[in-house]
């Protein structure tokens, strides 16, 4: 990934709607049908957890994302340790030092 993409999408893209400012809304997604076994390991490993939500907020600053859209389409995912997750993705460092918004 360019260092830049943000900048290079929006110089790219130009404005948003009515002149607004572009949005950029990459999407997290995880879609292996029937397997989630990668998708529950990161759920399960707090290590593995925060250094996946470290490194999402560092590239949402560095990319001036607008926030993240999640896909999880998946049987067998842990729904259980799913939402704490996403918990501590909505609640990190992105509210210490807010650069976008997070649809889930």
């Known amino acids: 990934m360019a260092d830049d993409l943000g900048a290079q999408l929006t110089a790219g893209l130009g404005s948003g709607l009515g002149g607004s400012a572009l949005e950029l809304w990459p999407t ?3 879609g292996n049908p029937g397997n989630a076994t990668v998708l529950n390991n990161l759920l399960h490993s707090p290590t593995a957890s925060a250094q996946f ?3 999402a ?21 842990d729904a259980a340790a799913l ?9 990190g460092d992105l509210l210490k030092n807010p650069c976008c918004e997070i649809l889930k």
Not at 64 to 76: A, K, P, Q, R, V
């Open 28 to 30: 997290i997604s995880y």
């Open 83 to 91: 939402h704490p997750f996403l918990d501590k993705f909505t609640k």
């Open 57 to 77: 907020v560092a590239i949402a600053h560095k990319q001036m994302l607008s926030g993240f859209n999640w896909d999880i389409e998946t049987s067998g995912t």
């Open 53 to 55: 939500i470290k490194d």
